[in-house]
């Protein structure tokens, strides 16, 4: 069994409650996440391989990566690529200050 990310569990039960992540779900790269914001939170530590995890909970959400420009590029096209296979809606990368935004995915129309 692959093994979820770090904070998965708690996304996993709002959605098991019937809830969606409103403003979608930001995926930390070697980093903690806040406490609070509007997004939901799952992470991806340095002593894990981002390939390595399951980021289905990802599937036809939208997902952004945030503080990407801060991050190992290795470690970062491993963790967008893990992404990508899982399908979501949108994904994009978001630079630390704000001002730099990359889509990878663009939304698509529900099926």
Known sequence: MTRRPAYA???????????EPLHGIAVWLDRRPPDGGIFA????FSDTDPAALDWG???????????ADQCNQAR???LLAALAAADPRRLQTW???GDNVRFLIVGRVAA
């Open 9 to 19: 569990r708690q996304l996993a039960a709002t959605i098991a409650a019937g809830y």
């Open 57 to 67: 909970l990802c599937y036809r959400r939208d997902v952004i990566v945030p503080c």
């Open 95 to 97: 630079s630390a200050n």
């Open 76 to 78: 970062l096209d491993r």
């Open 41 to 44: 939170h799952l992470a991806c």
